[in-house]
Each structure stands twice: as C-alpha cells, then as structure tokens.
C-alpha cells in the first residue's frame, strides 16, 4: 500500500501540502510512498538573513551594579583664561561663575527579551532516527538569532532611550543641533550636539565623506568634536558601499582595504574602514566614533526558566542593555543620498 500522493489519479488527490493545515488528518498527507520513508536532513536550515553587524561590531561595557547609565561631562570651558599684565591683583569675584563646567547626563536601561517554547513530543520525537536532537537547544540557538535582530533595529533606529522597553538608536543619538537627548535641550547643552545633514537625493561622492571625517575631528560651529582617526567607521547599507567602491575604483582602478584590526579587508576611505549593515536605510550613512558611542550592558544575554503550564520546556532570554554616547559630537549622520 501506498499512502496518496499529490496530483490526482492513482497517485490520489491530495493538494494540500501543509502538514499544520487545520484539514490535515493522518493518511491524507504528501509524502514519499510509505515503502521508501522519508529522510529529511537533521538540522534546520536558516532561509532568512539574520546577518546583525552593528550591535556586534559596538563596544560592550560593563555596567552591572547601577541603576541607570550616569555620565558627568566637563561641558564648559573656563572663560577667565586671558592673558595678564604684570603686576595684576586678582580676584575670583562673589562666586565661581565661568569656572565650573560639568554636567550629569543619565538615562535608563532597556529590556529585552524573546519567548522560547518547545513541546515535550517535539523534543522526545526529535530524538528519533532522522530527528533534530536537542530541539530546545535548537531553539534557543535560533530565538536567541531574532533577539539580536530586533536589538540591532533598535541600535539604527529612532528610539530615544528614555523608554525601558526601547533603546536609544543613532537617529536620536545623532540628530544635530535640536532635539533632546538624556534628558536634555541639547540647543542647551551644546555639547550634546552632533553632525546631522540631508543629503536631498546627492549621490555619495569622495568629497562628502572626506568633510565627515573631517567635522568629526575639527568641529563645526558650537559643535565641539574631538574624535581620533583610529576610531571611526562608516556604517551604511551594501547599496551605498557599492556606490563607495565605483568612487575609489574610479580613482585609484584598486580598491584600497583596511588593515585595521576586526575590519581587515574592509573598503577604507582615508583610513576609515567602512562597514555594512544590510537592515540599515539604503539611503544613510553614519560615521561613528567607537571609543564613545558604547552599548552598556546591566545583565548579559540570560536564560531564565518560566513556569510549566502545559506539556513544554519554556523560558526566555533577557538582557539589560542601552546604547550611549559619552561624546555625542564625534558623530556624523548625512541622510537622504541617491539609491540609484
């Protein structure tokens, strides 16, 4: 005997080839005639992108034991530095204003988690001949993959970090000369200030990426950026590296590589390495400075079991984390280039 198989006639007339449909009854599904089995491979294997860079490509700190992230800042300058005659008495005045030029900036964890949940038949079942093995292991393995994607969103996005269910992302971390940050009017506290510029449909040129990493370095204005070479990155989608790539190969017929650590190989414009993140705007480019835009970690990646509510092993995983920057100023976000 054979069990039925798609296509009418004698190999019968099943269609539906869904196991999970809710018509599906034993003896009426698409499969290999029952003498020859059916063998499928023992793994499962990933037909979506989970590639997630920027999130692991940014500096972790450890900031376990606090309640929040807290910075002081030295924001101001002490404005009675001049020159002198000699001869000349001084005096601090009635109070110390114009020498004291510190700030506390804080803002909120964040939590995270993903739910993970496995039947008791599908980890028994999975053991069998032709099974998975250890499917709960097999499922954290991939929940653990879409935790890292939607924090990785987050890291990109626009969240302003005062929520503890939403990261601060680098579209408020680096939003110009308005806006607030950490809790404050950054028209304010100037030094909260960042590089932001709309691009209005310009194709990516070498000379717009040239002033980004100069801006970074010397400042604009009231912006007072400070950031080393050594520490900056481009991070943009592959559509706009492939626009970066004509550029160089236009200019030099070879594409110059990095040989910074973690980034060999990468293309490297005037020695910053640029890295691509494919969940990024195809229409972005940001240049960050990684010895200050940090993600701090309150509790790493933790399993934790829930309570047996039916025939299944559940837990979930959670993290304690939030981006922040102790130099918002060595930040540039130009938006809105050409994606053609």
Not at 13 to 27: C, I, K, P, R, V
Not at 52 to 72: F, P, V, Y
Not at 212 to 234: D, K, P, W, Y
Request: hydrophobic share 40%; glycine share 10%.
């Amino acid at each position: 005997e054979m069990k039925g198989l798609e296509g009418g006639g004698n190999a019968g007339s099943q269609f539906d080839t869904n196991l999970a449909h809710a018509s599906w009854t034993y003896g009426s599904y698409y499969l290999s005639p029952v003498e020859l089995n059916d063998i499928f491979q023992p793994v499962v294997v990933n037909q979506l992108n989970d590639m997630t860079t920027t999130w692991g490509l940014l500096r972790k700190e450890d900031w376990s034991g606090r309640s929040q992230i807290q910075i002081r800042a030295r924001t101001g300058r002490n404005s009675t530095a001049t020159g002198y005659a000699e001869g000349t008495n001084y005096t601090y005045g009635t109070d110390f204003s114009g020498m004291v030029g510190r700030d506390k900036f804080q803002q909120p964890f964040c939590w995270y988690h993903v739910l993970v949940a496995v039947t008791g038949q599908a980890q028994r079942l999975g053991m069998a001949p032709g099974g998975m093995g250890d499917r709960w292991a097999d499922e954290v393995k991939w929940c653990t993959a879409d935790l890292l994607r939607v924090m990785n969103l987050a890291v990109i996005g626009t969240g302003t970090g005062a929520s503890e269910s939403a990261s601060l992302g680098f579209e408020i971390l680096i939003q110009g000369t308005a806006g607030t940050l950490y809790g404050k009017n950054i028209a304010t506290y100037t030094t909260l200030q960042s590089h932001q510029q709309a691009m209005s449909s310009a194709r990516v040129d070498i000379n717009q990426l040239r002033l980004m990493i100069e801006r970074v370095q010397t400042g604009n204005g009231n912006i007072s950026s400070n950031a080393n070479l050594n520490n900056l990155v481009f991070i943009c989608h592959h559509t706009q590296e492939r626009f970066i790539k004509a550029i160089l190969q236009d200019m030099q017929r070879l594409i110059p590589t990095s040989a910074r650590a973690g980034f060999e190989g990468r293309v490297e414009v005037d020695g910053v390495p640029v890295f691509t993140d494919r969940l990024m705007n195809t229409d972005d480019i940001f240049l960050i400075d990684t010895a200050g835009t940090k993600i701090a970690i309150n509790l790493p990646p933790t399993l934790e079991p829930l309570p047996v509510t039916a025939d299944a092993q559940a837990g979930h995983i959670k993290l304690y984390w939030n981006l922040f920057s102790d130099a918002p100023a060595n930040n540039y976000w130009a938006s809105g280039f050409a994606t053609s």
